[in-house]
């Protein structure tokens, strides 16, 4: 059983995963899954040991269910573990797959014992992708290090404001001439909705500058009725907009082995020097 799914059981949320890519994506996939665990605090360095034990878990099974894993930089102290699927039809064969191995069933049985001890709740969500709001290039996921995820949590019935506002942003992008991107999901399982996902990912930090710069000059340079259409949705159409950032975490990862050659020292990092005692 996968790592998300067996997430699913032991929380009780009804989420159904979906067929796994054999890559990491190269384009919006269609639908993501997202495991999200509140850590406690003080523990993130023995819950990131745990975790660790996910993918060695699924290499050694030679499992194609590969997964992102990002930790938070900013809000609660939170890990996030993204899945990307082309649909919902090969969830039978992923099921069978997993429930057929007795070792790796058993591992990650262990494993969600061990980290229950670690995290106060979790949570998973399901979304689909909205391809039609999002704007620019899809980026290259190997070479992403850090993610900024905003929430919209929309008033019920004001779906098609969020929708006219997000088409308005993204033509304003596209006059203002920036290279922002971003992919815009809804989920459709896992917490109330109607609520949105927007992602977008960077190779460094210093990325998040020219973003905010970029978002300066789209607004800016937004027309009369796209102004209005995001005005709209912000004061009759929004319950809250938060914003978080995480950094991409390469050991609780799983990712092809050709993603990891790309760069080894990211993917593959030595582990720290024992320090000797000095007691007698």
Do not use: C
Not at 193 to 213: K, N, V
Not at 247 to 270: E, G, H, N
């Amino acid at each position: 059983m996968s790592r998300r799914l067996g997430l699913v059981f032991l929380t009780l949320f009804l989420v159904v995963p979906v067929a796994a890519n054999a890559q990491l994506p190269t384009s919006q996939p269609n639908l993501i899954t997202i495991a999200r665990e509140e850590v406690k605090l003080g523990r993130d360095a023995d819950h990131a040991k745990v975790e660790a034990g996910w993918p060695a878990a699924y290499e050694k099974a030679k499992s194609p269910d590969y997964y992102l894993a990002m930790t938070s930089m900013t809000g609660a102290p939170e890990a996030w573990y993204v899945s990307a699927y082309a649909s919902h039809a090969a969830i039978g064969d992923s099921m069978k797959r997993d429930d057929a191995d007795p070792v790796l069933t058993a591992e990650l049985t262990r494993l969600r014992r061990a980290d229950a001890d670690m995290i106060n709740s979790v949570r998973t969500m399901q979304a689909r992708a909205r391809p039609e709001l999002s704007y620019g290039a899809y980026p290259d996921m190997a070479k992403q290090r850090f993610f900024e995820i905003t929430w919209f949590r929309v008033r019920p019935g004001h779906e098609a404001q969020f929708e006219a506002a997000g088409k308005a942003y993204g033509s304003a992008a596209k006059r203002a001439g920036v290279t922002a991107a971003y992919r815009v999901y809804e989920i459709v399982a896992g917490i109330p909705g109607p609520t949105y996902l927007i992602f977008s990912s960077m190779t460094s930090m210093g990325e998040l500058d020219q973003a905010m710069m970029d978002g300066d000059k789209i607004m800016k340079g937004a027309t009369p009725d796209e102004g209005n259409a995001l005005q709209k949705l912000m004061l009759e159409g929004v319950v809250n907009v938060e914003t978080q950032r995480f950094r991409l975490d390469p050991v609780q990862s799983y990712v092809p082995k050709a993603t990891r050659d790309q760069d080894p020292a990211f993917w593959i990092p030595k582990k720290p020097a024992a320090v000797k005692s000095t007691q007698q």
